[in-house]
């Protein structure tokens, strides 16, 4: 279910839309603790020396734009410091951010960021499987950028979708190291001469994984440095809500048309997988309470060692061995902690089946009566 786009006593949130302006003005004039999510992908301040060239002496099209330069790092720190309190502001108490940078940045906006008191929860390094080569042979190829995490506080009880992004990665815990492709080929907008339409668009799959990771369907995500509405995209099909705030007007005019030609997945799709720990609590004694297991019915381990009967108060007895069905079943196993709802199961038909399936029954009911 989408969010509502209000606050009490205070205006709509411009839901969708792509601001014009200076994002620190454009931020300061949304009401306060209103958005989920924001992405930022501010301004390298490349300090760029003149023109850039091949071997063959054809020009790079390097980030030579104006937003892109900034008198002094004491300039751009005051910037960036300006834009990160605007941006802590607008943040649910559990809200996060994501920021992107290049070792020309990213050490800056990492101090900036923490002393603007905004609680560092990851760094993730996105290494790029087709890095632009270093043509003057001076330096190692910059093959990554570095995106830092934070949440809006130390006791943010910030979105993380562990489930979601362990499925996406084959199974295997997501780690801090992201390789992917930078963007190109058809996914690369160009202008009305054929050029790129912005120098440092991102790929759709990293912004893929960065909603799907810290964000849940409704969610509002505001990008503050909006360029080409990456973020705007990605988060149209993946059903969050997006706010994007930039001052260049060509950069609008691309973003609007894509964001127009986007299409939203529908609902059932955007589901993803969750942690158990997320899952709604169900006490082994509910099972007995409602007679999906008898008092007196034996448990058989799932390993076929091990047997205890259900007693009417929702324990189980084995021997000696007498409590939950996590205590016994770790008694049993000389174990120092069992899980007991995959360690036990019971007898329908000659078949064994395990108590957990009686467990998400029970939750499945009670999700049912939440919608």
């Not at 940078?101 to 499987?129: C, P």
């Not at 001052?247 to 986007?262: C, P």
């Not at 929702?314 to 079943?329: C, E, F, P, R």
Request: with cysteine; net charge positive.
């Amino acid at each position: 279910m989408a969010k509502k786009n209000t606050t009490k006593g205070q205006p709509k949130l411009p839901l969708n839309q792509i601001l014009s302006g200076d994002c620190v003005e454009v931020m300061n004039s949304l009401p306060a603790e209103s958005i989920d999510l924001i992405f930022a992908d501010p301004p390298y301040n490349l300090q760029l020396k003149g023109a850039l060239h091949r071997p063959d002496n054809s020009k790079v099209d390097a980030v030579d734009d104006d937003w892109d330069q900034f008198a002094s790092f004491q300039a751009y720190d005051k910037f960036t410091r300006a834009w990160l309190r605007a941006a802590r502001r607008l943040l649910k108490p559990n809200g996060a951010i994501w920021v992107i940078g290049s070792y020309h940045n990213i050490f800056r906006v990492g101090a900036a960021l923490q002393d603007t008191g905004l609680w560092i929860l990851n760094d993730v390094i996105w290494r790029k499987s087709n890095p632009m080569p270093n043509f003057r042979g001076m330096r190692l190829t910059n093959a990554h950028e570095t995106m830092i995490w934070a949440a809006k506080s130390e006791k943010s009880k910030y979105t993380f979708n562990y489930e979601a992004l362990k499925a996406l990665n084959d199974g295997i815990q997501m780690r801090s190291d992201w390789v992917l492709p930078i963007c190109n080929g058809h996914e690369r907008l160009k202008d009305e001469n054929g050029a790129k339409a912005h120098p440092t668009q991102k790929p759709e799959a990293l912004l893929h994984r960065v909603l799907v990771g810290s964000t849940n369907p409704g969610d509002v995500v505001l990008d503050p440095f909006f360029g080409t509405g990456t973020t705007g995209a990605v988060a149209k099909k993946l059903g969050r809500d997006f706010i994007g705030i930039e001052r260049e007007e060509a950069y609008r005019k691309v973003a609007q048309k894509r964001i127009d030609n986007a299409r939203r997945f529908d609902k059932a799709s955007l589901e993803v997988s969750t942690s158990k720990r997320a899952e709604p609590r169900v006490p082994f004694g509910q099972l007995v309470e409602r007679g999906l297991l008898n008092p007196g019915e034996v448990l058989v381990s799932l390993n076929g060692r091990h047997k205890a009967k259900v007693r009417a108060d929702g324990t189980l007895i084995a021997h000696d061995a007498k409590g939950s069905i996590h205590q016994v079943g770790a008694a049993l196993e000389g174990a120092p902690s069992c899980n007991g709802w995959t360690f036990w199961g019971f007898k329908r038909d000659g078949k064994m089946i395990p108590i957990d399936i009686l467990r998400q029954q029970i939750r499945a009911e009670m999700q049912s009566k939440s919608n």
